[in-house]
Each structure stands twice: as C-alpha cells, then as structure tokens.
C-alpha cells in the first residue's frame, strides 16, 4: 500500500494543474495515484522535495514508468549524445553547462508586459511548443527535474491549456480546425518560420525526417476531451505548412490562422509560470499542453534540468503506425 496524495488544486495562479506532496520519500515504492491525479489536474502536476533524485537518477526513470509502458533511451537516434545522461540514458539533460551546453532562449523584447508581467502570451512570448510533436505517434508525458535550477525570476517554464484554449473558442472556430491537421517539422530541419521568411531551401529530408501531421484537435485517450494541439515558428513546417489544406507559408492564409490560434491559447489565463526550486519535478501531459522556456543569464549562472519522456497511449488515431522516427520504420511505410 502506498500512501494517499495529499493534493491541491489547481497550482497558484492557474486555472488548472495541481499540486502533490508525497508523504515518504521516493524509493522502491512508488504512489499510484499519481496518473488519476494528472488525468484530473488537466495534465500538470507540480511535486516539489524530490531531491533524493539528484542522488539516484533512476528514481526518475522509475517514476517515469507509472505514467505509460514506454520511457525514451536517449541514446538512440540523438544528434548529440553528450545531452543523455551519462549513466542514465533515459535522462535528457537541458543545461547550460558543459559537455551538452545549450543556451537559453532567447529574451522576449520588450522583456516585460506593460503591467510588468513575465509575458506569456504569443507572439510576444514565442517557442511555445508540444514535445516531439513532429513524431508520430507522438509521445504522451514529460517529467521534468530541477537538479540545479536558476534563481527565480528567470528559468521559468510557462504552459498553457489546450482543454481551457479548445473550450473557450468560438463555435465558428472550433468547426473550423475540428479536422484539420498541422504540419509538425523537428527544430533545426530548415522549415521553420523564419528559413521560410529568409527564402531559404530546406535541405532533402530522408523518410524518417520528414514533418508529420497531427490533428489541431486532439481528443485525449484518456479524459476524452478535446484539446488544441498545435506549436508555432520553430516545431512547424512553413514551407508545406502549417496546417494542411490551407495557403501554406509564412504570409498565406495557414499563417494567419496559426497565428489567430496561437494567440488564443496562450492567453494569460489559459497559461501557468513555473518559477522552479531545487528537488521540484513537474509532469506534463504533451497531449493537451503546450510548454514554452524562458531566458537567464547564462553567462552568471548555471542550470541543470532532468527531463524524461514517456510514450505509448497516443490515442486511438495513431493504432498500428510504425514509429516515424525509425528510419527502418519509416522507410518500410
Ligand atoms: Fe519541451
């Protein structure tokens, strides 16, 4: 037996999330709860006081496993394995510090609201993204664990609701994307917004490169809601894109649309601002949130965040496809 959750919701600030303070320290026995408990707090769960995980990493990992059947080895098909965990490849490490550097973003200009807030909504607040979004199927859950996380104030992790976003649309809108399908393109492929803008040409993609559709409307396996599901410059594809079936580019109709939407679902009370402690792992549902980064000064301080992905309840939409990623895979669909 485990014992119960103590749990409050929703996270402060929010209109969603919750969070779980667990009564013993985690070790063989993990709490069961926990999926319940994400499925009923719209897909965000802060539990803070894990920091035992900086002694075993694979309390991550196992913490991982109660979310789904599969947690992600890093180790396969990453361009730069230093960013696996040394021990742990199970563990994606997101940091500035050495062997797999990456800076912040960037500072969104100007760096605040006029009523001084952190912006949050788009496009003054720009990478709000799904993880792994231009993977089919794509994977269902992140946990993230501040091993050392920046001074507050900076670092943060912002998300936003794609069940509060979906709901609060215009009827009008909601039929509009009801079918529609976004062109999902990997950061760094050369379709991005701005390659398009610079008139570029994307490189030649080889079948396990190439970007992948996914519905705007993404009906959780879980819940049964609906969500928007949907990233913006980076995580999709403008050059066939963004959405299919409608004027693709950075200047067609399909950019408007993504950018009408966008604005939308990033609206402050859709969104919750994460300032991150030491020992805090957050889960999020990929299915029904987006998440987006947010700078520091990276020359004055180091960070080091944990990040796990697991996969393998996408929904009835995605039954029987091979994996897009493989290149095996994808080579034989
Ligand atoms: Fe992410």
Redesign the pocket.
Same mark, same amino acid.
């Given at each position: 037996m485990t014992a119960p959750l103590e749990i409050s919701r929703p996270l402060p600030g929010a209109n969603f999330g919750a969070t779980v303070r667990l009564a013993n320290k985690l070790g063989r026995e993990m709490p069961e709860g926990l999926p319940q408990a994400l499925a009923d707090a719209g897909g965000l769960l802060l539990i803070p006081g894990l920091g035992e995980i900086s002694d075993d990493p694979r309390l991550l990992v196992t913490m991982s496993y109660l979310f789904g059947p599969e947690v992600e080895d890093y180790r396969t098909l990453l361009t730069r394995v230093t960013m696996a965990h040394e021990t742990v490849p199970e563990i994606f490490m997101v940091t500035n510090m050495v062997p797999g550097a990456r800076p912040p973003p960037r500072r969104p200009d100007p760096p605040l609201t006029v009523d001084g807030k952190l912006p949050v909504q788009y496009p003054h607040r720009q990478g709000w #993204?799904t993880?792994q979004s231009y993977r089919r199927p794509p994977p269902d859950i992140?946990l993230f664990y501040a091993a050392t996380p920046v001074a507050r104030g900076s670092g943060q992790t912002i998300f936003a609701s794609g069940y509060l976003a979906y709901d609060a649309l215009p009827a009008n809108l909601k039929a509009k994307i009801d079918t529609l399908e976004g062109l999902h393109a990997q950061p760094g492929s050369g379709r991005s917004r701005g390659d398009a803008e610079a008139g570029k040409t994307p490189p030649a993609a080889l079948a396990h490169q190439r970007s992948q559709k996914q519905p705007v409307v993404r009906t959780h396996p879980v819940t049964g809601r609906k969500a928007l599901y949907l990233c913006e410059s980076g995580q999709m594809d403008w050059f066939d894109g963004p959405f299919v079936g409608v004027e693709s580019g950075p200047y067609g109709e399909g950019a408007r649309l993504l950018d009408q939407l966008m604005t939308h679902f990033t609206r402050p009370e859709f969104t919750y601002v994460h300032e991150w402690t030491q020992g805090d792992v957050l889960v999020w549902d990929n299915r029904c949130l987006i #998440?987006a980064?947010t700078w520091y000064d990276a020359d004055k301080q180091q960070r080091m965040m944990w990040r796990t992905t697991v996969r393998g309840n996408p929904g009835a939409l995605y039954a029987g496809e091979k994996r897009s990623w493989i290149p095996a895979e994808a080579a034989a669909e």
């Open positions: #993204h993880d992140s #998440h980064a």
